[in-house]
């Protein structure tokens, strides 16, 4: 269990160090600009609205960085329902995750799925199906462009249940997918 905490403490320390300070240079980079006087309304108006979003990616940063420092981080499950509240997108979720790393990884390989499904193909509704050795995902999306290469995305979620000893199956328009426990 110390592993675990000292590797979240690493994670969010390089995080810390890294990319949110990269936002942050990126934000100020984006108020000098808007700050110009020759900057036109247009492009000021297209600006700020960069600068709503680096600001709202930093706000999630600082609190991914929390939640890894904190010793009462969420459970898995409720991390899960936290980050999906966040998607523009209606979910139902059956069941729970398990505690401790199998859920952390379980419920960052069903955001990944959701966050595709709300951006490549069109999805509004989500149902996840929770059970012991075996997760359900369905959404309303279609898939809106295939490829023969997978996506980092989709690598990423191979990677990260094979290390687990999880495995992938999909619905040839990627409409259900199912994540299983290989053991």
């Known amino acids: 269990m110390a592993d675990l905490a000292d590797e979240r403490v690493r994670i969010a320390r390089e995080l810390h160090d890294g990319i949110a300070q990269d936002l942050a240079a990126i934000g100020y980079s984006l108020d000098a600009e808007i700050g110009r006087t ?11 609205a960069l600068r ?3 600001t709202s990616l930093n706000s999630k940063m600082r609190d991914e960085i929390f939640r890894l420092r904190s010793a009462s981080a969420p459970l898995p499950h409720e991390h899960l329902v936290s980050d999906l509240e966040d998607l523009p997108i209606d979910f139902q979720i059956t069941g729970e995750l398990p505690p401790e790393s199998l859920g ?5 390989t069903l955001l990944e799925l959701a966050r595709n499904a709300c951006e490549h193909s069109d999805a509004t509704e989500l149902q996840i199906d929770i059970f012991d050795s075996k997760v359900n995902f369905r959404s309303n999306g279609k898939l809106i462009a ?6 980092f995305g989709l690598v990423g979620i191979i990677e990260r249940l094979d290390a687990i000893g999880w495995a992938l199956e999909i619905s040839d328009d990627y409409t259900e997918i199912n994540l299983l426990d290989s053991h």
């Open 104 to 108: 952390i990884a379980l419920g960052k």
């Open 52 to 54: 709503e979003e680096v």
């Open 38 to 48: 020759d900057t036109s309304a247009e492009s000021r108006a297209a600006l700020r």
């Open 146 to 151: 295939t490829k023969k290469t997978p996506g």
